[in-house]
């Protein structure tokens, strides 16, 4: 299914470039993306007995007006074909092609406690720099992290908080025999 998935991403990557519209394509992904991505809208579209003509209905009562007909036609094929499933895998290939074209990236910034705009800004300007891209930041508290923070982006995890230093060392003292740490 993952062949699948790039095929038909990339068949609609190219459509938007031959359109000249990539960054329309982008923000209409995006839109179908998050529309589609709700439990209830795909128990609706995997549901074994809500009929193709319903299915049909749907796209064509929220999106007709909103997207582009070669992104319309993709949801209906899905449905023709039995691959609703793949949508939402499909366009979040589609998306991340894009923003890769585009020079963008997304970053999710995990703290213990809610980051000024001061430190937000540091930590977009180094990223920015190390990765010459432009970058979506998305902010996220969890209390768990004791300290500090750790960033995900494009796959990767750069951990600077305490709780991971904690962990690290406590491993450390470990191998090298030091008395029972608990």
């Known amino acids: 299914m993952a062949k699948l998935r790039e095929r038909y991403a990339q068949a609609l990557y190219d459509l938007s470039i031959e359109n000249d519209n990539i960054k329309k394509t982008l923000r209409e992904a995006t839109l179908v993306n998050n529309a589609l991505n709700e439990e209830e809208v795909q128990f609706f579209l995997l549901h074994p007995h809500v009929s193709d003509s319903e299915k049909h209905q749907l796209f064509e009562s929220t999106f007709s007006e909103h997207i582009e007909s070669f992104l319309l036609n993709f949801l209906h ?27 963008q990236t997304e970053a ?20 920015t720099k190390k990765t010459q891209m432009d970058i979506e930041f998305h902010l996220k508290v969890d209390p ?25 060392m406590k491993e450390k003292l470990k191998r090298e025999g030091v008395a029972h740490v608990s």
């Open 144 to 168: 768990d992290v004791i300290g500090g923070f750790y960033i995900l982006i494009d796959g990767f995890v750069f951990d600077g908080t305490v709780r991971t230093q904690l962990i690290k």
């Open 77 to 103: 094929l899905m449905i023709d074909k039995n691959r609703e499933g793949l949508i939402i895998p499909t366009l979040t290939e589609l998306i991340t092609r894009i923003k890769r074209q585009l020079n």
């Open 108 to 127: 999710t910034v995990v703290s213990a406690k809610e980051l000024t705009e001061k430190q937000v800004e540091a930590i977009r300007e180094l990223l």
